[in-house]
């Protein structure tokens, strides 16, 4: 099992896929990094060398942030957002979906459960 950027990557799968196991890189970005080392993208985990390990680590490590540091940065954003008062920022505070989605019928992700407010006996 190699370990990336802090990530164990899964064994059996290609080197190309295993890659978008670590938060920040995404297919693109690992076909990148790929085609940078001279890595065989069809190569699957559990045979990689040492030396192909090490060459994609570094490629990583050098010019990219990924996982903490991009985590870190994501939330401070968001925290700037909600410390400006911005509306984004209101919406995040709030919990309600950021992008301008309706919210009457949907957005069940953003406001969790659906709670029923119980009715009153006359």
């Known amino acids: 099992m190699a370990r990336i950027a802090g990530v164990d990557l899964p064994k059996d799968k290609r080197i190309e ?12 970005l690992a076909k990148r990094i790929i085609e940078k080392t001279g890595v065989n993208p069809d190569t699957r985990v559990n045979a ?3 030396g192909d390990v090490h060459s994609i680590n570094s490629v990583i490590q ?18 700037r957002l909600m410390d400006i008062g911005c509306y984004r920022g209101l919406r995040h505070r709030k919990g309600l979906p950021v992008r301008g989605q309706n919210t009457k019928n949907n957005a069940r992700t953003r406001k969790g459960k659906k709670r029923t407010s119980p009715s009153r006996k006359k």
């Open 62 to 79: 050098n010019e990219f942030k990924v996982e903490g540091p991009l985590r870190t940065e994501v939330m401070m954003s968001v925290k």
């Open 17 to 28: 896929v295993a890659l978008t196991y670590i938060y920040g890189i995404g297919p693109a």
């Open 48 to 50: 990689l060398a040492d």
